[in-house]
């Protein structure tokens, strides 16, 4: 059922590990197939990241596989979900009630849905499903239904708008956060100043880029940064220890999804730019 399971890792974990083994703890790909769900697993907080991309042919996000104890059981039996349409106009179908989704735009999905279908062509969902503990009304958002914020600059190359969409003050979930960041031409810097929440664990998916352009994602502790070069529509797990920011070689969209003890948007130990090593 999962293309990959990711396990919690140590700080300690990150010494001396090889670029590449860098990327296979915590870099999600091919998460975009034609005519396909994909899902990941992550014991961080439990998250399930996922695409699902419908072509001319109807999919369904699928019943859950394993364990054994579970099999046959909706996906979302325990489960709450968040859907983002990166790509072309599509359509989600909840327990037959049919919602529209224009690229951008973006669905709770309560915990004891039943059945989700996806349809349209051109149409790329992406999805963000953590463990719930009750239901919470499904909501569709748009850009302008969102909490905006704008931040930063165009002479410091991180001028951007902060969509906030699954949040208290938005909407109401279980334990999932959910926002998009859409970066200004000229901007290539985003999560400024750089910061680690250890409440919560953090996925990024970038996108909006072209096949040549590249992300440079930095993590780890503040005192021992790495960085994982990342592609177009691949996402990153952020555990609750690292840092989390990113620079690329033009302005981008990323989608950011938390979940962990909290739903406080500012919960978070900010890093002055000058402490990192």
């Given at each position: 059922?999962?293309?990959?399971?990711?396990?919690?890792?140590?700080?300690?974990?990150?010494?001396?590990?090889?670029?590449?083994?860098l990327r296979d703890r915590y870099l999600v790909s091919d998460i975009f197939r034609a005519g396909e769900v994909v899902l990941t697993y992550s014991h961080g907080?439990?998250?399930?990241?996922?695409?699902?991309?419908?072509?001319?042919?109807?999919?369904?996000?699928?019943?859950?596989?394993?364990?054994?104890?579970?099999?046959?059981?909706?996906?979302?039996?325990?489960?709450?979900?968040?859907?983002?349409?990166?790509?072309?106009?599509?359509?989600?179908?909840?327990?037959?009630?049919?919602?529209?989704?224009?690229?951008?735009?973006?669905?709770?999905?309560?915990?004891?849905?039943?059945?989700?279908?996806?349809?349209?062509?051109?149409?790329?969902?992406?999805?963000?499903?953590?463990?719930?503990?009750?239901?919470?009304?499904?909501?569709?958002?748009?850009?302008?239904?969102?909490?905006?914020?704008?931040?930063?600059?165009?002479?410091?190359?991180?001028?951007?708008?902060?969509?906030?969409?699954?949040?208290?003050?938005?909407?109401?979930?279980?334990?999932?956060?959910?926002?998009?960041?859409?970066?200004?031409?000229?901007?290539?810097?985003?999560?400024?100043?750089?910061?680690?929440?250890?409440?919560?664990?953090?996925?990024?998916?970038?996108?909006?880029?072209?096949?040549?352009?590249?992300?440079?994602?930095?993590?780890?502790?503040?005192?021992?940064?790495?960085?994982?070069?990342?592609?177009?529509?691949?996402?990153?797990?952020?555990?609750?220890?690292?840092?989390h920011m990113s620079s690329g070689t033009r302005n981008y969209a990323f989608i950011w999804a938390m979940a962990g003890e909290n739903l406080d948007y500012e919960?978070?130990?900010?890093?002055?730019?000058?402490?990192?090593?």
């Amino acid at each position: 059922m999962f293309e990959k399971t990711f396990y919690a890792t140590h700080p300690d974990m990150m010494e001396c590990v090889s670029n590449e083994e860098l990327r296979d703890r915590y870099l999600v790909s091919d998460i975009f197939r034609a005519g396909e769900v994909v899902l990941t697993y992550s014991h961080g907080e439990r998250f399930i990241i996922g695409g699902a991309v419908p072509g001319a042919s109807p999919l369904a996000l699928p019943r859950q596989r394993e364990p054994a104890s579970a099999a046959g059981h909706p996906l979302l039996e325990r489960r709450e979900l968040g859907i983002v349409n990166i790509g072309g106009p599509g359509t989600v179908t909840l327990d037959g009630e049919e919602i529209a989704l224009a690229k951008y735009e973006s669905l709770y999905v309560p915990m004891g849905t039943a059945d989700v279908l996806f349809t349209g062509e051109g149409a790329r969902f992406y999805l963000l499903s953590v463990p719930a503990h009750r239901a919470f009304e499904r909501k569709k958002m748009t850009l302008a239904d969102a909490a905006t914020m704008q931040r930063g600059s165009l002479e410091t190359s991180n001028e951007r708008d902060i969509y906030q969409l699954v949040l208290p003050h938005t909407c109401s979930s279980a334990s999932l956060c959910l926002g998009m960041t859409l970066l200004k031409p000229g901007s290539v810097w985003n999560t400024m100043p750089p910061h680690v929440h250890e409440r919560r664990s953090e996925i990024y998916l970038y996108f909006d880029l072209a096949e040549d352009d590249r992300i440079f994602h930095y993590m780890g502790q503040p005192d021992a940064l790495r960085h994982i070069v990342m592609e177009n529509e691949q996402a990153v797990i952020s555990p609750p220890w690292s840092v989390h920011m990113s620079s690329g070689t033009r302005n981008y969209a990323f989608i950011w999804a938390m979940a962990g003890e909290n739903l406080d948007y500012e919960d978070m130990d900010v890093k002055d730019i000058c402490q990192l090593r």
